[in-house]
């Protein structure tokens, strides 16, 4: 995970639009440790979603909805 990997650097030099998600039935990597990743991140949006590790696969629609409300937002 990004938390881990001594990215710490560039994570903070991201200007992009960036949205992180924290899976809250994740065993693999806590909603915590997504968190974190987001809180590096300048202007990033986290949220904590009913989801599972394999959240694109567990739950497409709910992340496509979650994606596509986000990439709206930022006129994307």
Avoid: N, W
């Amino acid at each position: 995970m990004l938390a881990a990997t001594g990215m710490q650097d560039e994570l903070t030099k991201l200007r992009a639009p960036v949205l992180v998600f924290g899976a809250a039935f994740d065993r693999t990597r806590p909603p915590a440790i997504s968190k974190a990743v987001a809180d590096m991140i300048p202007h990033a949006r986290y949220e904590e979603i009913r989801t599972g590790h394999y959240m694109a696969a567990q739950t497409p629609d709910l992340i496509f909805d979650r994606i596509d409300a986000f990439l709206r937002t930022v006129g994307a």
